[in-house]
């Protein structure tokens, strides 16, 4: 196994209110008086409301302007034939004419010709007494050479007259007349058949509305109620229950149980990695202190300088520690800069194997390397090599006596691609996606000395370049890490 750290289970942060100076911290949930889906129905139901009333005002000034133009069109139409009548045949060619229509049409016709000495040339004699003097105070002076319009109460119950004067070529002045229907009280008729129709729906609207809204708005009563208890309890595994609609909602909710998933992960690797740098620190630093304390202790020179020499390497070691964190955020961060050029591999490879040669030997491990003398790779020199070094490093230490540990590399013109295969060990498999962690190990690697950041960094330097690092393993049966750099690096 490799250098990564597993670490024993944290327990769980107190759900007391109690702050630490003691104070206790009350969550005030602000309750509205009117709810969103409240409110929401309502403005549905406002905009409702107000298209209705444009399309009723619309309705109503069509119908008024259609109901006056339509009569208007037929008193007009008697007025034509009556004048053309009178200018062809006179009064008692216009009486004879008149007289000759309906009964019907008569009755709901009046006629009146006047001559400019306020004499009746022509009089209908109407048969409802209302009529004769409401008609009788018609002005016989006003009308000029076009036509005009005059509205009159009718005596018959919900009629009006429609009347249209004229002055003939003689001077005298001509009052046609029809009866209609109120246009008033049609209208009011029309009013009331609205608000009666419009009510029963808007209620209904606005109850199906607040059902709709509140069927809608589900997941986000979920998601409050997930929220609440995470805050209340800190149980980072509720979820919102997946309301499975196919839209906008299921989307944030789905959004939402894979941020409470990520935070949960983020959180648990926060607690092992404080786990870790406490076991992983627990160590050197009691050296340290043991170290320090023979020191002082001790009145012979030689065992003072070693103890000594013993807590500057203990020293060394939690600085390379802190400095590799270090340097992992910063290439997470995205202000790690690289001096990426294009160089031979393979002269890096033989100075790594010249570098690691003892170490191979002393455990009798056979360290191979197979490269293309003219393969180049694009990257930064430095960080290429503390990469390959940790990779070899990893190898050498978790490959048992006898074994063999082999380095290759492809190139492609998109690519070049570095592998380092070992007999070793191993990975288990349920390790195998946690390797890259920072400061973990695994079981089997607490048997090896080591800070659990090696393969963090690795994948974070390779990852700058643009690349990708990768393993295959099987536990017992050794691994293959393979780290793979593009021909064109984004960084140059």
């Avoid at 009788?136 to 036509?147: E, M, N, Y």
Wanted: hydrophobic share 40%.
């Amino acid at each position: 196994m490799y250098a990564f750290a597993q670490s024993p289970k944290v327990p769980a942060v107190s759900s007391d209110p109690n702050g630490p100076n003691g104070s206790a911290k009350k969550y005030r949930w602000y309750t509205p008086r009117l709810g969103f889906s409240l409110r929401l129905n309502l403005w549905y139901t406002g905009f409702f409301l107000l298209g209705a009333l444009v399309l009723f005002s619309l309705a109503y000034v069509l119908l008024y302007r259609q109901m006056n133009e339509s009569d208007r069109a037929i008193v007009s139409a008697k007025l034509d034939a009556y004048r053309l009548w009178y200018v062809q045949g006179g009064a008692g060619a216009l009486q004879i004419h008149f007289d000759d229509e309906s009964r019907w049409e008569r009755a709901s016709t009046f006629l009146e010709v006047r001559s400019s000495t306020q004499q009746f040339l022509i009089s209908q004699s109407l048969q409802n007494p209302k009529d004769q003097v409401t008609l009788s105070q018609l002005p016989p002076d006003q009308a000029g050479s076009g036509t005009d319009w005059i509205t009159l109460p009718s005596g018959e119950q919900h009629m009006v007259w429609t009347v249209a004067s004229t002055r003939l070529p003689d001077g005298c002045v001509m009052h046609v007349g029809r009866t209609t229907e109120n246009r008033d009280e049609l209208l009011h008729k029309f009013c009331i058949a609205f608000l009666l129709a419009t009510v029963p729906i808007v209620l209904f609207g606005f109850c199906g509305g607040a059902f709709i809204t509140y069927r809608a708005l589900g997941p986000i009563r979920s998601i409050i109620a997930a929220a609440r208890s995470i805050i209340q309890t800190g149980d980072m595994g509720a979820r919102v229950p997946d309301p499975h609609t196919e839209d906008e909602l299921n989307e944030l909710v789905t959004l939402f149980n894979r941020m409470l998933a990520r935070n949960e992960s983020l959180i648990a690797a926060m607690r092992d990695a404080l786990d870790n740098v406490a076991h992983d620190l627990r160590t050197p630093l009691t050296r340290l202190q043991g170290g320090a304390q023979l020191a002082l202790q001790n009145e012979n020179p030689a065992q003072i300088k070693e103890a000594l020499a013993d807590a500057v390497e203990e020293a060394e070691r939690l600085n390379a520690m802190l400095c590799t964190i270090m340097d992992i955020s910063e290439v997470q961060a995205g202000a790690l800069k690289l001096d990426v050029e294009t160089f031979a591999l393979a002269p890096i490879i033989d100075l790594l194997l010249e570098l690691y040669d003892d170490v191979a030997q002393e455990k009798d491990i056979v360290l191979t390397a197979k490269i293309d003398p003219s393969g180049k790779i694009s990257a930064d020199r430095n960080r290429l090599q503390l990469v390959l070094s940790n990779l070899i490093d990893n190898a050498l230490k978790y490959t048992p006596n006898g074994g063999r540990v082999e380095l290759n590399a492809e190139f492609t013109p998109k690519e070049a691609r570095i592998s380092v295969r070992d007999s070793g060990i191993g990975i288990e498999p349920g390790d195998l996606p946690r390797i890259w962690d920072r400061l973990y190990r695994g079981d089997k690697s607490r048997s090896q000395r080591g800070i659990g950041l090696g393969l963090s960094l690795v994948k974070a330097f390779v990852e700058a370049h643009g690349g990708a690092a990768t393993v295959e393993s099987e536990s017992g049966r050794g691994s293959v890490f393979s780290v793979t750099f593009p021909s064109k690096n984004p960084a140059t």
